[in-house]
């Protein structure tokens, strides 16, 4: 079966600091992989997704980047945190194996940043 | 632009009291709408996929309904553990991209 682990569970970081958010998928092969980031009331927004090595689409300009080395793996960065970066980042797998456009995303527990 | 919006945004139910929550979206060419529920400090756990209008999905005390137009939720003789956040999220033709609503927070009491 598939999973998706993404870590930490929780950090706080200071303003200006980088930052560095892993998600990695095991059990499936070539998935599409997004990260999207979740405010209080605002529902989920679409940061960034990728749907191959190195091939990564950004919807958000901001000062968060997001690289895939590795087939499985995606990585939200930043070089220096903002305070309004605070929130809930969830990273997310899609199927390509089936449908692709059916598949729904399956998500990790997510990482709640807060910046002080 | 694709776009989900979610009714109520907020809902309290005693147990054993159905109810419905909406989901209206626009979108060019609909390949997918989803149902999530979400439970706090958790990611959304997928609950349905409907593809076309007119298509019915059930789980346990949920169903799930699809028009051209909007989706429903429907919560049969809910249970305080039915208490979550329903997303609702879109997925167009032609694109990757998943496009979410801001969600329902159900509270279902005893």
């Known amino acids: 079966s598939q999973t998706i682990h993404q870590w930490p569970a929780t950090l706080v970081q200071p303003v200006g600091s980088p930052l560095s958010l892993e998600c990695t998928v095991e059990g499936t092969s070539n998935p599409n992989l997004y990260w999207y980031r979740q405010a209080a009331g605002r529902g989920l927004q679409l940061l960034f997704y990728?749907?191959?090595?190195?091939?990564i689409s950004s919807e958000v300009p901001q000062n968060l980047s997001a690289s895939r080395p590795q087939d499985r793996q995606f990585i939200l960065s930043s070089k220096k945190l903002l305070l309004s970066d605070s929130g809930f980042y969830l990273c997310?797998?899609?199927?390509?194996?089936?449908?692709?456009?059916?598949?729904?995303?399956?998500f990790g527990n997510g990482t709640r940043l807060t910046v002080t | 632009e694709d776009q989900v919006t979610q009714s109520p945004e907020a809902l309290r139910l005693q147990e054993g009291e159905s109810s419905s929550l909406n989901c209206s979206y626009t979108v060019s060419g609909l390949r997918g709408l989803f149902w999530y529920r979400q439970d706090p400090g958790k990611g959304p756990e997928f609950l349905f996929t409907l593809y076309s209008a007119g298509e019915e999905k059930e789980k346990e005390r949920l169903k799930a309904t699809l028009t051209k137009k909007e989706s429903f939720l429907h919560i049969t003789a809910p249970k305080p553990e039915d208490s979550a956040t329903y997303l609702c999220?879109?997925?167009?033709?032609?694109?990757?991209?998943?496009?979410f609503g801001t969600g329902t927070r159900l509270k279902v009491l005893a």
């Open positions: 997310a797998w899609g199927s390509r194996q089936a449908d692709p456009y059916n598949s729904p995303l399956h």
């Open positions: 990728s749907v191959g090595i190195g091939q």
């Open positions: 999220a879109v997925r167009g033709s032609g694109t990757y991209k998943y496009i």
